[in-house]
């Protein structure tokens, strides 16, 4: 996927964290295991501040042309990127057997998004959209390390 204007990675920053949004909010509703319910309402408040950051980011983007046609196509690339297989494939490869599991397995899908960010940012030939994707890849690092962290804290207590 080619996008070269910063208010398309924004949006696909935004789709991509919509995405994560109804997952987690999704699994609270379904999961009964209540050792893991905790673990999903923190990832599900984490996902719905990187949600905010972005869509403030694309509010305040001074790129002036509309998302038009290209919204459709970039909504359904996003979709692809961060748990293709939804619900039904995290829930299925075990990832709400445990809180360690499922820290580990959101940790894998934002090393995905800031390895697709990072690779946008490389393809991009306008280097404004350039450095807002490395800006979301940023975003993303963060939270990855947050996770790296919550996931070293539960190996402690085990």
Do not use: W
Request: some cysteine.
């Amino acid at each position: 996927m080619l996008v070269n204007r910063q208010k398309e990675a924004l949006f696909i920053a935004c789709e991509m964290e919509k995405r994560a949004v109804l997952l987690y909010d999704r699994a609270q509703e379904i999961i009964d295991d209540e050792s893991v319910k905790p673990t999903i309402a923190e990832l599900l408040r984490q996902e719905r501040e990187h949600l905010k950051t972005f869509s403030c980011m694309f509010a305040d983007c001074d790129d002036e042309q509309p998302l038009d046609e290209n919204a459709l196509l970039l909504s359904a690339e996003a979709a692809q990127i961060i748990f293709p297989g939804g619900l039904m494939q995290f829930s299925s490869a075990g990832a709400f057997s445990s809180p360690a599991e499922l820290l580990t397995f959101a940790a894998s899908a934002e090393e995905k998004a800031v390895s697709t960010y990072s690779a946008f940012a490389e393809a991009c030939h306008n280097s404004d959209a350039a450095k807002k994707f490395l800006a979301i890849a940023r975003e993303e690092r963060s939270h990855l390390d947050a996770l790296r962290a919550q996931i070293a804290e539960t190996e402690k207590q085990r």
